[in-house]
């Protein structure tokens, strides 16, 4: 009994000793910001590696959930005679829901392992400490740029899904089963609302990429320096990413869209 | 130097098309576009009951739409609703003595309000009042009657 409590209140200590030390960790990365500005080849690079490189799964994925969208709110559409409204089910769920969502959680398995897996290496074969040697900063030189290379992919990732999606849910309603195409269009756009609905949407596809880098990166830092403790810490960003990314998803659509 | 100026132009694309797809979503999905710099009035009718009528409802005159709702209020000493509406300028040379009703589209769609032009010559100035205006059908309320005549006809 005592050991059980014993180590009950010992895995709290350290899950509150972790996330103290991940907040201070995303501090650290803040406050290294503005110094990137004056190096901005080393942001370039990153968006490289976290953004470009997420594209093709992005838009293949939004292709796919906007045709399949498509084709599943039709046959429930068109029960009640309301295949119209098919145009602004499709675009409401990908604006506001799963383009957001769905883009965030590829971006964490896609992106976000890569940067646990590629910082956990760099502290396992001690580059982190060999820069410190030679007074460069870490969090400056390989945290902050990659961190900035989230929060900008992100959004423009989730932008483009939902884009793609729409479009792949036109070509199913309208080429396939044969909704009228003006009705699909001028439906979507008296039914969703720039502000409402596409803003919101950035927003939140915002905060899940500041979520996702922060713990990619803070997994990644935080690694036991072994293959074993990598792997493990690449485990734990796709599943704390994916639970972070649902949980605030609910919270972020009662506050944004609980008022009407 | 090759490989970097490579990456450089894929980062460039992608930036780009990000913002495509932000602009595509602005100005084709949603309803951004029928909103950007339009010139508008506003006039204000008051209805007993202006039903189902909501913020952004269309407003529209011969089954085109020319304008918006944009306030919905309640006079507490008239118990009327007081409905704003956002006109679009160019049709600024409706009849003051036009009427505003408000209907339903279809059986159960939206409710909007109607504007049937009347015949006099001065036009509706910016913030004017239309005076004659006709209350949105209650559905409720116009079942009830029904009832309630039937059942009068039947003694």
Redesign the interface.
């Known amino acids: 009994m005592t050991a059980f409590l014993e180590y009950l209140g010992q895995s709290t200590r350290i899950s509150f000793t972790k996330l103290g030390r991940a907040s201070y960790f995303l501090l650290q990365i803040l406050a290294g910001i503005l110094s990137l500005l004056a190096r901005p080849r080393l942001l370039?690079?990153q968006?490289?590696s976290v953004?470009?490189l997420s594209?093709l799964i992005i838009t293949i994925s939004g292709l796919f959930v906007g045709m399949v969208l498509s084709l599943q709110g039709y046959y429930t559409l068109s029960d009640f005679g309301a295949e119209e409204s098919l145009g602004v089910m499709v675009?409401a769920s990908l604006?506001r829901e799963l383009g957001p969502v769905v883009s965030g959680l590829l971006f964490a398995g896609r992106a976000g392992s890569a940067l646990t897996a590629e910082i956990g290496l760099m502290k396992a074969t001690e580059q982190l400490s060999g820069m410190e040697m030679m007074a460069v900063d870490p969090i400056r030189r390989i945290i902050t740029p990659r961190f900035v290379a989230g929060l900008?992919?992100m959004?423009?990732?989730a932008?483009?899904f939902?884009?793609?999606g729409?479009i792949g849910g036109q070509m199913v309603g309208c080429g396939l089963l044969g909704v009228d195409e003006g009705a699909f269009?001028s439906q979507?756009?008296?039914g969703?609302?720039?502000k409402d609905?596409?803003i919101n949407g950035?927003i939140k596809s915002l905060v899940f990429g500041f979520v996702t880098s922060w713990i990619a990166l803070f997994e990644g830092y935080d690694a036991i320096p072994t293959s074993e403790g990598v792997s493990r810490a690449t485990t734990r960003t796709v599943v704390n990413s994916a639970f972070s990314i649902l949980g605030l998803d609910f919270i972020l659509t009662a506050l944004m869209f609980g008022e009407h | 130097m090759q490989h970097t100026s490579t990456q450089d132009t894929l980062v460039g694309l992608f930036v780009a098309s990000g913002i495509i797809g932000l602009f595509f979503l602005a100005m084709q999905v949603s309803n951004l576009s029928s909103f950007v710099s339009e010139d508008s009035y506003t006039i204000t009718a008051r209805f007993e009951n202006s039903g189902g009528l909501k913020i952004k409802s269309p407003v529209s005159a011969a089954g085109v739409k020319i304008g918006r709702v944009t306030a919905i209020s309640f006079d507490p000493k008239t118990f009327e609703s007081i409905v704003k509406m956002s006109i679009n300028s160019k049709y600024n040379a409706l009849p003051d003595d036009t009427t505003a009703s408000i209907f339903t589209a279809g059986l159960l769609g939206e409710q909007y309000v109607n504007l049937d032009a009347g015949g006099s010559d001065t036009p509706l100035k910016n913030n004017g009042k239309i005076e004659i205006t006709q209350s949105a059908i209650i559905l409720e309320k116009a079942l009830g009657q029904f009832l309630f005549k039937s059942a009068e006809e039947k003694k």
Do not use: R
Request: proline content about 3%; charged content about 10%.
């Open positions: 370039l690079k968006l490289y953004g470009v594209f675009a604006v900008i992919s959004p423009l990732l932008a483009l939902s884009a793609v729409v269009w979507m756009q008296s969703i609302d720039f609905d596409i950035v």
